[in-house]
């Protein structure tokens, strides 16, 4: 009996030592990926900054944040972030309930007409809420409300843009929890809410986290809704370094400004992973698509209409007003417009930017799933050493730092040998690709934690190898994270703006792109032809997503 346990004792060291072997192997393609295009552009543009009498501002770091005007930016940019964080968690969270657990019809299309917002351009989410509460909106010609200029205009723009966020994040791990174990906890006693509170709260508490932190990095970082909502009054740090580069020319300031932006979002990475790394446990995980019933009982039924009507007011309404902007003129007049070159804003058709951003998506998600993937894989351990954790946090950092930072870099820092890429197309789907990572790592990273190691380690134990553990325990059990992360990336590429907006080429312009230039000019035209833009994009975001959806639920009897 001692020998065979000291040969399985032996055979479990070798696994172990392969597995974190193999660990490292694994994180080699994304600790590269980031390194060149990430590190690399931020760190030249910040070195550009400082060095164009930046050796004075750099030294002077604590002029710059003296500045009253630079202090109210930060406040702002962080209590904003923070409200809007928690009210979309609040609205979001019962329909994360009701798309897990709920079966009602329509439930699919719903899902993607839930995540189209998510891929819209920030300057059409935000000329959207223009439309609804600025002056001449909807709430000005029904009851003479305006506000537009206010922070309840931002609040809800960020939850409109948000909502899939906790929705999909949230959902997708909700839906595979194994409803009996609440149902056990209610046999022993414990009211409906205390089973939630004692049992499925703390299971989807990494869940809850990680969508937390997606949101306050997309509202910390927040560009074009508050540059069109927020007017003069309101301006946040993203913004403030927009300003600062491209107005001012103030390349010294920007550079101090995106140091301090990206030290607080490692901070914030650095107290999420730690947090998160506290509550995670081992889940049991089951088919999703035995987990959700049709409404029972009058509570369910009310929560229903009420995450209906939600959706209705806060994400149909606005997305409906940009449809019916782009029908304004007779006879499609917006639409057949688009098809025309008129040699000012394009020197293509603007219908071309359509199949440019189809291209783009399908290779940035290509590589969004292929690097998060990697980074996913290699984090699933739990007794990971520090560095791997660390590597945790750095994945996120792409959403937090400036994308007018990385998309100058990109032009900066890309444009000699051996990485002379600015002339060609591979670089709008990189820098897309940057931003796709972190959702593919975030959606995976719970469930691949989720899964009991014992299997794992029982399938070393019996000869496996490492990538024969993770063909025949993980992917089983994380295939349908993965097609929503793969939905993710693709929808995060479509509507990325920021970086691209400085990378795409004249005669490739991506949708967003094309919508802001029509924007960004006077006229009636101009303005109908990027509504009709924005409609086509959420035309083929939920076509996409629907398609995704459809995908999703016909693989789920592999699960």
């Not at 007017?231 to 913004?239: A, D, I, K």
Request: net charge positive; with cysteine.
């Amino acid at each position: 009996m001692d020998l065979a346990r000291t040969e399985v004792s032996e055979v479990s060291g070798r696994g172990s030592r392969a597995g974190n072997a193999a660990r490292l192997g694994l994180m080699a393609v994304p600790v590269a990926f980031f390194a060149v295009f990430f590190a690399y552009p931020v760190a030249a543009i910040v070195a550009r900054g400082l060095g164009d009498g930046g050796g004075r501002r750099f030294g002077a770091l604590w002029d710059v944040l003296a500045q009253s005007g630079i202090r109210h930016v930060l406040w702002f940019t962080t209590w904003q972030a923070l409200a809007s964080t928690a009210l979309t968690l609040l609205v979001a969270l019962p329909a994360a309930y009701v798309f897990a657990r709920l079966e009602f019809p329509g439930r699919q299309v719903l899902r993607a007409v839930v995540t189209v917002p998510f891929v819209l351009p920030t300057v059409v989410v935000g000329t959207a809420f223009l439309a609804l509460v600025g002056r001449g909106g909807l709430l000005d010609d029904l009851w003479g409300v305006r506000l537009d200029t206010t922070v309840w205009a931002i609040l809800l723009a960020h939850v409109f843009f948000n909502y899939a966020v906790v929705v999909r994040t949230v959902g997708g791990l909700w839906s595979q929890l194994d409803p009996r174990q609440e149902e056990a906890a209610r046999m022993l006693g414990a009211s409906r809410l205390t089973a939630w509170r004692t049992v499925t709260l703390p299971a989807l508490g990494p869940a809850v986290a990680a969508a937390a932190l997606m949101v306050f990095l997309f509202t910390f970082t927040s560009f074009g809704v508050v540059q069109i909502l927020g007017g003069p009054t309101f301006s946040t740090l993203e913004v403030e370094i927009y300003r600062q580069t491209s107005e001012i020319f103030d390349l010294s300031t920007a550079a101090v400004l995106t140091l301090v932006q990206f030290a607080a979002v490692g901070a914030i990475l650095g107290v999420h992973a730690w947090t998160v790394r506290r509550r995670e446990s081992a889940l049991r995980l089951v088919d999703a698509s035995t987990t959700a019933r049709r409404p029972r009982g009058a509570g369910q039924w009310a929560l229903l209409a009420g995450v209906l009507a939600t959706i209705a007011v806060l994400l149909v309404l606005p997305l409906a007003v940009l449809a019916q902007r782009s029908f304004d003129a007779p006879g499609f007049a917006y639409y057949r417009a688009l098809t025309r070159d008129d040699g000012n804003v394009f020197l293509v058709p603007p219908i071309e930017a359509i199949g440019n951003s189809l291209e783009y998506a399908v290779v940035a998600t290509a590589i969004a799933v292929l690097v998060g993937g990697l980074a996913a894989a290699a984090l699933t351990r739990r007794d990971a050493g520090r560095l791997v954790r660390g590597f945790d946090a750095l994945l996120m950092l792409p959403l937090g730092v400036s994308a007018v930072t990385v998309g100058f870099g990109f032009l900066i820092a890309l444009d000699e040998p051996p990485l002379d890429l600015r002339s060609t197309w591979i670089l709008v789907p990189l820098a897309q690709a940057l931003v796709g990572v972190p959702f593919v790592v975030r959606t995976m990273l719970p469930v691949l934690r989720a899964v009991d190691h014992r299997l794992r380690e029982a399938a070393a134990v019996l000869g496996a190898s490492p990538w024969r553990v993770w063909r025949e325990v993980d992917l089983p059990m994380v295939r349908r994270a993965l097609l929503v992360a793969a939905g993710f990336a693709f929808a995060v590429s479509l509507g990325e703006f920021g970086a691209t907006v400085f990378i795409a080429r004249p005669d490739n312009p991506t949708l967003p792109v094309a919508v802001a230039r029509l924007l960004g000019r006077a006229g009636e035209l101009n303005y109908g032809q990027a509504m009709a833009l924005s409609t086509i994009l959420m035309v083929v975001c939920a076509v996409a997503l629907l398609v995704l959806e459809r995908l999703r639920t016909d693989r789920a009897g592999d699960f």
